[in-house]
């Protein structure tokens, strides 16, 4: 992490985290929810909130559903989880489109290897981390998939109006399915029957939805 290693190398990447990736909002929204006793979602999480996790939540894993580059909030993040102890795992998966399948069963395999307690993030904490949330339900809760849905939100901000909406169209074409096919599980559905390039040609977002994603909360 060479960019961290002068001083102004450090001022630029906590001057890149703050003013171009919104930390300067997330520093007074973090978007903080516990989804049991070992598991938890947020938004991007700054070097001051790792260490809370490490001392108050004694958090273990970080799951990061953003991809790894030189920017100045990955750097920081890395460079904290490697202070206090902390793996932080990358598993890059979008917010605006429908999710591949190999994607889904590497958060599974993700989820059931991780040592816990655990974390889960993206940029905002609403969309892609409510995904995954979605999946520690399914997969390591075991919970109902109706349940587990809950965690695609307003209350997260999660908008289902806007393209970030695909994440719900994927999960309501399963129970959909499910209605005709009673015995037909999650897993099997993703496996066989998931037909990703049509759903995504069924799916229709509200423009005024996008504006509100794309141009005045910025989502990545």
Known sequence: MEKLQTKWGRFKAHLQAWLIDHEILRAVY??????SPKAFRSNHPSP???KKLHHKYGVKTIISLRRTDKSGQYLLEKEACERYGITLINHPMSSRSLPDADDILEAKRILETAEYPILIHCKSGADRAGLMSV????FIEH???EEAL???SM???HFRWADTGKLDFFFDSYLAYRAEHP????????QHHYDKPTLNCQFHSAGWANIVVNKILHRE
């Open 150 to 152: 809950k965690q695609l």
């Open 143 to 145: 919970k109902p998939m």
């Open 155 to 157: 209350k997260y901000g």
């Open 183 to 190: 015995e037909t599980e999650f897993l099997d559905w993703l």
């Open 48 to 50: 001051t909130f790792i």
């Open 135 to 138: 999946f520690y339900e399914l």
């Open 30 to 35: 973090r978007n903080f929810y516990r989804l």
